[in-house]
């Protein structure tokens, strides 16, 4: 049971351009959500999070936006650089569990020159 | 402030075998969760620590187990290695507390022959 997804793969993004990476839940318990990056045999690293009692967040060129009816968060980064070439997951996680990251499968980001 | 360190980096077991893998968490931090990450499962929580108790669990038998000592530091352990078991093992911390960020380690990549 998949509770958590990101249905694209992969993405290819001109440099300078928008990237936009979608996810999408199932778990209506799930109140925070964070994004993050990850290269080849590193761990990941934290990007950028929001919880439920918001519709965005911003962190320079990184924007998160969530749609709790569509139960729906998408992350931007504008403008894309080729440094954001990286497989970018999305997490969840609820109150009762809090410490217990539910991730999707990720999705494969390359910026192109 | 240093990060999340992981010891090793890098393992080679035979089946059968047991492996003890230790994770330092940021200084400050008590919650220390541990996941795994394989190409065909994604990353899946494993077990969380926090004050020397565990937590949380994920769905994994009781061949992983963990423990946490007075300073934080975690360890975990995984006894009669199995080849599916071949995975990047990655620990992160927190303060423990609701909708807060997990920073993670680099991992430990086991290999089990």
């Known amino acids: 049971d998949q509770q958590v997804k990101q249905n694209s793969p992969s993405l290819s993004v001109q440099e300078g351009r928008i990237s936009i990476l979608n996810c999408d839940y199932t778990n209506s318990m799930f109140d925070y959500f964070l994004w993050y990056k990850k290269y080849p045999a590193e761990g990941p690293t934290f990007l950028i999070s929001?919880?439920?009692?918001?519709d965005k967040n911003e962190d320079g060129r990184f924007t998160v936006f969530l749609n709790k009816s569509a139960k729906h968060l998408s992350l931007h980064i504008v403008p894309s650089q080729p440094g954001d070439s990286a497989v970018y997951f999305c997490?969840?996680?609820?109150?009762?569990?809090?410490?217990?990251?539910?991730f999707g499968t990720g999705t494969r980001l390359q910026v192109t020159l | 402030k240093a990060g999340v360190t992981q010891t090793p980096r890098y393992l080679i077991k035979t089946r059968g075998q047991q492996v003890t893998l230790s994770c330092s968490p940021i200084s400050g931090h008590r919650s220390v969760s541990w996941y795994q990450q394989t190409p065909g499962q994604g990353l899946q929580f494993l077990f969380e620590?926090?004050?020397?108790?565990?937590?949380n669990k994920g769905n994994f038998p009781g061949r992983f187990s963990g423990r946490q000592f007075s300073n934080s530091r975690s360890e975990m352990n995984v006894s009669t290695l199995e080849l599916g078991d071949s995975a990047l093992y990655l620990c992160a911390s927190s303060w423990g507390q609701r909708r807060e960020t997990q920073y993670f380690g680099p991992g430990t990549r086991l290999l089990v022959l």
């Open positions: 997490a969840a996680s609820d109150t009762g569990t809090a410490s217990k990251l539910t």
């Open positions: 620590y926090f004050s020397e108790t565990q937590r």
């Open positions: 929001i919880s439920s009692i918001k």
